[in-house]
């Protein structure tokens, strides 16, 4: 009875379990196989442990080279999507002007559009205009989807501000560019940061995109791609290994710092 | 930066509309140099758009505001010699509470703040506390950076808008004092925007009592309290019991009026409305300048006071007094403070009183205006 | 990403934010949406009419394409490809559901029982994102592996014959499969199911609940009557943020289905980058953009979710 009992109070605290199992799942299965040595051009089944790949993670032609690519075109997107997403949120959250739901919906649609419609709309576009496929194209298409994500957090951060102090700073003789940057800046800057880690983590493993346009250049979302058709390399699993463990390590070190810095000062 | 002659605020013909909404309806008014000025009214009654046009916040609609000589009304609010403490208090949350406090010297270019921040933090008794951020401290204390922020910058005049809204009772009243003590030793204007009646009369100077965009009267707490001149004023300054009376006749220089079959005596010089013989006045007097005795003991009640007969309706014991609610033929809710001194046990709901009070205390009012008034069953409409 | 619904602003008459700058500076948020604008204009808005334009062009890759109001491209696309284009509902819509069902309990977790492991277990949500999702699609190959444990135990519990019958497997097989597919799909988009309903549960106050069993609610009925409709914009949310993307993708079902699982997205993709039929390939996209707008559009209506954006 009272396992009964037991089991029912945390029933969705086990579903809640098996859920994040299954998301975990796939990330166990691709750290597990960065230790394979795959038998032929596949590396889908266990055959014995090696760490031959992790001693070359670059031993694979043109593999290095993709990531070196996406994660440039991510860098640029992101100074780019959250510029111009910024400027727009502020826009929309403090100021009154013709059109208001017009940008709204333009805002909107990117993130309602299925991929492949606006990959290949563009594609369209890029063909008329006998634009040269690369770098280039997909660094504009980037921005373009970025966009959206960026105005949408910076905008919920900016509206949840109490404009009370900006007005405070003015009444403290800060003038409308000492109170921007003095203030609004620092007081938006979670939302802004939260938005360029979304654009940045969004353009870096966009696939269907850039699949699209950009014609023979080769990201390693798409190196990942044409490997899955002509053969994956163990180092794509200890990339996208040591991406994810980098990342967690990352999180929780700043979550630490956030901790003692919090306690040192209480 | 204060001047000694030229710390007057004057606003004049200074209005607000936004739309077809007028918020502040043409408005002059002057707050003397060195003064602790209260702006008193419910919400929504201009108060707050008063106070932001003089800190520059809102730009007024028509007007001008001085600050002693200076026209500052097409100043900005930062190159105003005006500062604020805000609803709320608006501390930056991404600054420590030094740097809040240093926030105003440092935009005006001063390099050496360390010294005059202390000495300011000291004041507001949070030295301790420099080096924390406003969310680790408690209501109170961030009231006090909030003043401590606005105050070290020596402005001509100190606009506090409901600064104590936030804190509870006890704490309310421990601060009230508390700027009170502040404004007497810095000497600086003070302007306070509040909606609470005690706090403006324990603090105040001088009151401005708002009402839907206009001053509906101006003056020091006694002088409002004792002499409301309107029935918003004598309803939302405390309670008053208002009676509809008609003028009789006079005698030196009191009115006589008949309400409800019995004659009350009101001082002509307590009365501002128009006085013909035959108008109609509302009288008023409030709770606690009344006396109560039971109906079997009226004769007791020395000649020349005001009488009304009535029935307890309802009585509420709250410590240092009662508070009665007497049904009587003139005024169906009649209130009545009495003192805790000598209960007498006769005064329960049902029994039969008389009402009397020393005519001094009557006052009258126009009876062409509305009798509620400023009473919190309108304010709750 | 997770807040596609927003609260409106808060309104308070003490203190109107909106002030219209003194004198000058009138301009200042057009020249501030400018850039953004201007660039989604161009990038997003124009390449649409384009494609409108290709949809109802005629020629060939080696005459070049003119505009002769070739509507039967249209009807050509639809009758060809419908299968694929039902296949992409089902598929999408079969993923949106299993992603309410099991990423709800998910969110709920994080938001009222994870105590302090709340932060521990919103990384682990997240985390994944950093290995990009192809790799981790891939990893579901080596999951679903013929003969492999997972598909022993489907087997074993006679889960398999389930599926079979329902016609979401194909004998002892699940790789290249109906069911592959919406497996991959589903765990793809898990996240952006799970990350709007923790923001509309977090958001719910801890308190109801008790004032709900206060109320001789039990816990079932709390849920029913308080939890649920309380996290209605983050169903909403999630909802459109799986469903949508998953309609367009052909990623889970190359890697992972079989010619007889092809979606909507493959046709496009096949079209526009191999076979180059331009028209026939925009005439399918702007179809299914038309669908998920007016599906969109339908499911907002009903939800009563306007305050979108």
Redesign the interface.
Known sequence: MTFVNWLKRNLVVIAGLLTLAYLLLPNVVVTVFSFNQPKGRFNYEWQEFSTAAWQDPCGVSDLCGSLSLSLQIAFWATVGATLLGTMIAFALVRYRFRARGAVNSLIFLPMAMPEVVMAASLLTLFLNMGAQLGFWTILIAHIMFCLSFVVTAVKARVMSMDPRLEQAAQDLYAGPFQTFVRVTLPIAAPGIAAGAMLAFALSFDDFIITNFNAGSTVTFPMFVWGSAQRGTPVQINVIGTAMFVVAVLFVLASMVIGNRRNKQKA | MTNETSGDVRLSGISKI?GSFTAVHPLDLTVPQGSFFALLGAS?CGK?TTLRMI?????PSSGTVHLGEQDVTAL????RP???V???Y?????LDIFENVA??LR??GIKSVKKQVDDMLDLVQLGEQA???PH?LSGGQQQRVAVA??LI?HPKVLLL?EPLGALDLKLRRQMQLELKRIQTEVGITFVHVTHDQEEAMTMADTVAVMNAGRVEQLGSPTDLYENPRTTFVANFLGTSNLIEAEVDSRSGDDIVLKAGGGKLVLPEARCSAATATGGKVLVGVRPEKISLTPADDAGEIPEGRNRITGRIADSSFIGVSTQYVVDSPVCPEFEVYAQNIDRDARLVPGAEVVLHWNPAHTFGLDSSQDIDAGTEEEAAV | MATLTEAPPPLSPTAPEKKPPRGRGRLVPYWLLLPGILWLLVFFALPMIYQASTSVQTGSLEEGYKVTWHFATYWDALSEYYPQFLRSVLYAGSATILCLILGYPLAYLIAFRAGRWRNLIMILVIAPFFTSFLIRTLAWKTILADGGPVVGALNTLHVLDVTSWLGMTSGDRVLATPLAVVCGLTYNFLPFMVLPLYTSLERIDGRLHEAAGDLYAKPITTFRKVTFPLSMPGVVSGTLLTFIPAAGDYVNADLLGSTDTRMVGNVIQTQFLRILDYPTAAALSFILMAAILVMVTLYIRRSGTEDLV
């Not at chain 2, 900005?76 to 190159?79: A, M, Q, R």
């Not at chain 2, 608006?90 to 991404?94: C, D, E, G, K, N």
């Open positions: 936004y929504g707050t800190a520059g916040l809102e730009e900005p609010p930062y190159k005006v500062n604020t805000f609803q709320s608006a501390l930056f949350p991404h926030f105003g935009r005006r080096r924390k951020k680790q922020r606005a910058n808008d």
